[in-house]
Structures are given as structure tokens and as C-alpha cells.
């Protein structure tokens, strides 16, 4: 069983930043798929930014050129640097890495944007 562990999240303005980490714990060095999703008060969970070796980085038209998603490959953890915060990107935010055969996923840290 692999744990991911997410941080970085909290209270921002409008126009603000925050960078999300997920800590895994082994390497994701070998990983297949990784991303992060969140989910809206009343909504589904919806991805964000998604990395896999064969489709490259996927983001979600709502976060183009504001959000990235990055990994420290020589380590164990996965970011999310999330620039000019809208209100509308509020949500719990979850880490998910998939490896051959283990499909894990973070517990989530909340973000709130205020405007």
C-alpha cells in the first residue's frame, strides 16, 4: 500500500498563489500516471492536471497558463503551483499516482479562494 500525503493548501485571495505537494511514499520515479484533482462543494471530482509518459501534461481548460504540475523525480513527491487564484477554484484537492498494479490516492487539502 503506497500513502500519498497532500500539503500546501489554506486561505488565499483572489489573484494569490499556492503550491500543493503530495508526498508519496516510495519513489514515483517509475509511475505510470500521475495528477491532481479536486472537487467542489456539490460537485464532482474533476481532474486539474494530469502527467502520464505517453500523453505528456494535460490541464484543465479552466486552469491553463495559471496551474502546474511538476514532480521531483530524484524523490518522492508531486507539486501544484497554482498562480492568480480565482474564486471558482475552491475545493478539496487530491493527489492520485497510479504504478503498475497500485492505484493511490491522497486524502486532500483544502483550498479557498476568497474574493
Known amino acids: 500500500q503506497v500513502q500519498l500525503v497532500e500539503s500546501g493548501g489554506g486561505l488565499v485571495q483572489a489573484g494569490g498563489s499556492l503550491r500543493l505537494s503530495c508526498a508519496a511514499s516510495?519513489?514515483?520515479?517509475?509511475?505510470?500516471?500521475m495528477g491532481w484533482y479536486r472537487q467542489a462543494p456539490g460537485s464532482q471530482r474533476e481532474a486539474v492536471a494530469t502527467?502520464?509518459?505517453?500523453?505528456?501534461?494535460d490541464y484543465a481548460d479552466s486552469v491553463k497558463g495559471r496551474f502546474a504540475i511538476s514532480r521531483d523525480n530524484a524523490g518522492d513527491t508531486l507539486y501544484l503551483q497554482m498562480n492568480s487564484l480565482k474564486p471558482e477554484d475552491t475545493g478539496v484537492y487530491y493527489c492520485?499516482?497510479?504504478?503498475?498494479?497500485?492505484?493511490?490516492w491522497g486524502q486532500g487539502t483544502q483550498v479557498t479562494v476568497s474574493s
Open positions: 516510495r519513489s514515483i520515479a517509475s509511475a505510470n500516471r
Open positions: 492520485n499516482i497510479k504504478w503498475f498494479m497500485i492505484d493511490s
Open positions: 502527467f502520464s509518459g505517453g500523453r505528456g501534461t
